[in-house]
Each structure stands twice: as structure tokens, then as C-alpha cells.
């Protein structure tokens, strides 16, 4: 468990230094997607000055929503940024380098890739949960559900990938599935009702990423808590089974490629 | 109703007729045609706005079209202020020059990437500025005055609300204001563009053969 720990951290930190080799703009990137987040909010924040609330959800809600939402997407893309990429690699035969170290080649290859810009996502959710903080308990509980809200992002993207294995030529419905990820999870929740809040809570899990976690914040719910933890376990577990199973199917593309592993 | 429905249209059609240029140059840069292209006798950016201004002088006829059709059916009527033929040419015009300040913006966004790498944080920002202060998703009418005065001293303001006004007020005084607003930024975008162009070439360091 050490050494996969260990093999892991080199891992990211190779990712992280290859992204940041160019000091500059490795932190214009980060400063500019700050920004853009901040710029995002600011909509909501001139909606909030016309109207006290949006079917129940008022502007703490919002900030808390859009802190983890970009706390997990930053976390996601800074540590498992490969995952969006997964589908190219196993039609082009891309995992063959990963394939050959004794690892898991789902996290391995994951974990290849770091998109700096992940920091500035994750900048900007600490300044939105920064005003919306009120007790040392809502400190642990954004942590925690950015912690499970990136576990399911990531869960969520292998997903969408590994459709990859039994039909190709869906490179898009992938990129797809996460765009509709990241809006379910950036609107208040109470706007999905019927079918909707059904596929947020199954197939498109955007509502144990966000909405979830602001209500059980708000009503300091333990289930719910508990709730979302579980989620998280259960869909990196469903992710991995069904990659292991789609791996079967990989055909290597003889691809001759220099990697570093340790 | 109506009204914002066409407003709405307007200004999707800026965003949506407009080429990312930005990727083309950003693909360029990786695949190496942009060393290779650098050093022949041509300007680059210029190249990148024509081939791009082409592209959106061919696609907005069938954008336009399809859009006004869809738009007609869900408001039911022409607004007001688009219902002469002559304020729909206006119209039409505004958007395209929007769209092709648009596109002298996202070159500028792209040659960036010689310095940046990846320009998608720069892109989105920009984006989310065309968004926020142009009054895409909320009208600026709605706006607090504070933000509403900064919002009018950026071009993004010109590029959607000055332009798509004319759906709401029909061809006034503040819609050629923003028409003559807009041709002073493309200059500055111009201007911009060959800077960079000149800052590229004197750092950029050829090798191999």
C-alpha cells in the first residue's frame, strides 16, 4: 500500500512539474481560470440582488455549491486529468505504456495527465466557501465533499470513457457526458425535478456532487453525509469493474512509446 | 417577449457564427505549421483573420436563417424594432461586424499561446467577459448601475448589447455609436495582433530541417 502510495505521488508530481515547467504561464493559467469562475459567479451574484431565492436555494446555498463544484473539478482535473482522454487512448491503443507497469492501469493512466488550471478552479472554490463558512463543521464538510465530489467526477468521466471499449467513434457522447455534469452541478438543485433529479442521482451523478452536499450542510444531515460518502465508494467501485471488464476487449494498437515508471 | 427572443437571437449569433480561431493557431504551434509559416513572406495573423472572416461570412447566411426561422415560430412575430428590411440589413451588418471583432479577438487569444501554451483559461475568461458584460445570460438593464458603467467601458458591451439593442429599440442613435465603438476596437485588435507577431518573430528560435 506504501509503495503504491508512493508510486502514485511520484506519479502526479512528474504530471504536475511537466505542467508547470513554464513558471509564467503556468500561473497566468491558473490567475485567468480564477477569474473566470469569479466572472461566472458574478451572474449569480446579480441574479441574488433581484430575487431572495430560486425555488428554496438562497445565495449561501449558491456559493457553496459553486465552492465544491469547482473545489472537486479542480481536485479532478489536477490529479486525474488522463480520465478525460481515456477514450482516445483505447482507440488509438495509447494504454499499451500502461499496461506493461505491474499498476492499475485505470488510475495510472488517469493520473498521467495534470491540467494546471485544476489549481485555479480550486483557488476559486476556497474564495466562494470563504463567505460562505460559518463553523468549523462547514470547513470539514466542504472538504469532505470536494474530496467525494472529485472521487465522483473522476468515477464519472472513467465512465463515460469506457464506452470507448464497445463502441468507438463516441469520443464526443464522453465529452458530452461531462459537460452535463458540470451544468447539472452548477444550477440550484430545486430547478431538476421528476426525470431529471432521477438522472442526477443515477446516471449523470451531478447531484451527489453538489446539490446533496449543500442541503446536508445546510440541515447538518448525517445520513445525508453518509449518503455521499457511499455514492462516492460505489461509483469508483462500479468505474473500475466496468474499465477492468472493457479492458478484455482492448486491442493493443503496437504503439512504441517512452514512459517513466517507478 | 418577442422582444427578448430576438435579442437572444442576436446575440447567439455573434457567439455562435464566430470561428475559434484560437484553436486553429493553437494546433498550428503544436503540429509546427506555425514555425514553418512564420518564416515565409506572409503575415500569419493576417491569414488567420481572413480565413476566418471567410468562414463567417459564408456560415452566417444558414445561422441566420435557420435562427430567424426557429425564432419566428417561438415568438410568433417579428419584433418591432427588425420589422423593416432595411433595419434587418442594419441588423445583420451590426452582427457580422461584432462577430468579426469577435474573430480579430480570439487571434489575439491564439497568438498568445506562443507564450502561454494553452490559451483556454484566456479564452474563457474572455468568454465569460462577452457573457457577463455583454448581458448574454441577464439583460444589463437588470445589472447594478456601478456594473452597468464598467460593462459599457469594456468592448464587450458593443460586441453583444450595442449590437442586439436593435432588436429591442430598433436602429437609434446608440446602435451606430457601438457600430463605430466596435471599428475602433478591431483596430485596436489589429494593432494588437501585430505586436505580437512582432514580439513572436524576434523571440521565436527556429531549429531542424
Excluded at chain 1, 168 to 176: A, N, W
Excluded at chain 1, 180 to 205: A, C, E, K, N, Y
Excluded at chain 1, 242 to 255: A, K, N, Q, V
Excluded at chain 2, 97 to 102: D, G, Q
Aim: proline residues 3%.
Amino acid at each position: 500500500m506504501k509503495n503504491i502510495v508512493a508510486w502514485y505521488a511520484t506519479l502526479v508530481m512528474t504530471s504536475f512539474r511537466s505542467a508547470a515547467s513554464r513558471r509564467l504561464a503556468f500561473l497566468f493559467s491558473v490567475l485567468m481560470m480564477v477569474i473566470n469562475n469569479l466572472l461566472y459567479f458574478l451572474t449569480w451574484w446579480i441574479i441574488y440582488q433581484k430575487v431572495p431565492s430560486i425555488g428554496g436555494w438562497e445565495f449561501r446555498d449558491m456559493q457553496l455549491l459553486f465552492g465544491i463544484s469547482a473545489c472537486s473539478f479542480g481536485l479532478c482535473s489536477l490529479f486525474f486529468n488522463g480520465s478525460r482522454t481515456l477514450s482516445e487512448e483505447i482507440l488509438q491503443g495509447g494504454l499499451d505504456t500502461f499496461l506493461m507497469a505491474p499498476r492499475n492501469v485505470m488510475f495510472s493512466a488517469s493520473s498521467s495527465r495534470c491540467d494546471i488550471t485544476g489549481l485555479g478552479d480550486i483557488i476559486s472554490g476556497i474564495i466562494l466557501f470563504s463567505f460562505a463558512i460559518h463553523s468549523p463543521t462547514d470547513i470539514v464538510l466542504c472538504t469532505l465533499f470536494s474530496l467525494t465530489g472529485a472521487i465522483i467526477q473522476f468515477a464519472s468521466v472513467v465512465l463515460f470513457h469506457s464506452i470507448a471499449f464497445w463502441i468507438s467513434g463516441l469520443r464526443e457522447v464522453s465529452d458530452l457526458g461531462l459537460s452535463v455534469l458540470l451544468i447539472l452541478q452548477s444550477q440550484p438543485g430545486s430547478l431538476f425535478t421528476g426525470m431529471v433529479r432521477i438522472i442526477m442521482f443515477t446516471i449523470i451523478p451531478a447531484g451527489f456532487v453538489a446539490t446533496l452536499p449543500v442541503q446536508v450542510i445546510r440541515t447538518l444531515d448525517p445520513v445525508g453525509a453518509l449518503l455521499a460518502v457511499v455514492a462516492a465508494i460505489g461509483y469508483l467501485v462500479i468505474a473500475s469493474r466496468i474499465f477492468s471488464r472493457g479492458l478484455l476487449r482492448y486491442e493493443s494498437g503496437s504503439r512504441i512509446e517512452l514512459g517513466a515508471h517507478r | 417577449m418577442p422582444q427578448l427572443l430576438w435579442y437572444l437571437l442576436m446575440t447567439e449569433l455573434v457567439v455562435m457564427a464566430t470561428p475559434r480561431v484560437y484553436r486553429d493557431i493553437e494546433r498550428d504551434l503544436n503540429d509546427g505549421t506555425f514555425a514553418v509559416l512564420m518564416q515565409k513572406p506572409l503575415n500569419y495573423g493576417a491569414m488567420r483573420v481572413a480565413e476566418s472572416l471567410g468562414f463567417l461570412f459564408g456560415r452566417f447566411p444558414a445561422f441566420a436563417a435557420i435562427g430567424g426561422i426557429g425564432t419566428l415560430i417561438f415568438a410568433g412575430e417579428v419584433t418591432a424594432g427588425l420589422r423593416s428590411p432595411l433595419a434587418m440589413g442594419i441588423g445583420c451588418l451590426l452582427v457580422l461586424l461584432s462577430a468579426s471583432v469577435m474573430t480579430i479577438s480570439y487571434t489575439v487569444i491564439g497568438l498568445c499561446s506562443v507564450f502561454l501554451r494553452d490559451t483556454r483559461a484566456l479564452s474563457m475568461v474572455w468568454d465569460k467577459g462577452v457573457w457577463l458584460f455583454g448581458g448574454m445570460m441577464v439583460p444589463l438593464v437588470l445589472y447594478p448601475p456601478w456594473l452597468q458603467e464598467i460593462a459599457s467601458w469594456t468592448p464587450f458591451y458593443h460586441i453583444l448589447f450595442g449590437v442586439a439593442q436593435i432588436a429591442l429599440d430598433g436602429v437609434t442613435l446608440a446602435c451606430i455609436h457601438s457600430a463605430l465603438t466596435l471599428f475602433e476596437w478591431s483596430g485596436v485588435g489589429i494593432v494588437l495582433i501585430e505586436l505580437l507577431q512582432r514580439k513572436i518573430k524576434s523571440d521565436i528560435i527556429g531549429e531542424g530541417g
